[in-house]
């Protein structure tokens, strides 16, 4: 017997045709279209309705964060050596806003608050202020000190400028 006659014959691979594999890469495209669609028509929808602070006349006069009583001093320049690494150095330059009214010196005050913000950017390391959520945890740190320094007075601490050399 030959080899031949022992195997069995196998049958031919089955080969998809190029229409079935079109139909479904269509059919795909089109629900990731009609999903789209819908996506953009409900946050179109959503940022069409104007927000309701800013709906109408008055509210011109809520859409400013502090009265005109307010005053804008800026800090001298705060220039520390980190604590980590040793040979990295940190400028900040900052605002303090706060009520002409309730504060009676605020020469005084901002030099203090530069003293206090001097001693606390001595204590950080490099990592600390890294990044984008290192910078807002910063900032958040220096308003809270800001507040406590003044007693409650300086309604918020602007960093302008923060330079790490």
Same mark, same amino acid.
């Given at each position: ?7 069995? %014959?196998?049958? =031919? ?18 629900? %990731? ?11 179109? =929808? %959503? ?5 309701? %602070? =800013? ?55 901002? =030099? ?54």
């Amino acid at each position: 017997m030959s080899d031949e006659e022992e195997r069995p %014959a196998m049958p =031919a691979p089955a080969v998809q045709p190029p229409l079935v594999w079109a139909a479904v890469l269509a059919g795909l495209t089109l629900g %990731a279209a009609a999903a789209g669609t819908c996506l953009g028509l409900l946050l179109g =929808a %959503a940022s069409a309705k104007p927000p309701p %602070a =800013a709906a109408g006349p008055a509210g011109k006069a809520s859409d400013m964060k502090y009265g005109n009583e307010t005053f804008v001093r800026e800090l001298p320049p705060i220039i520390a050596n980190l604590a980590e690494p040793s040979d990295s150095w940190v400028r900040v330059q900052a605002s303090i806003v706060f009520d002409m009214k309730a504060v009676p010196k605020p020469d005084l005050l901002a =030099a203090e608050i530069a003293e206090d913000l001097l001693g606390f950017m001595r204590t950080l390391s490099l990592a600390q202020i890294g990044g984008a959520s290192g910078l807002q945890h910063l900032r958040e740190d220096l308003n809270e000190r800001a507040s406590t320094r003044s007693g409650g007075l300086v309604r918020e601490l602007i960093v302008q400028t923060l330079v790490v050399q």
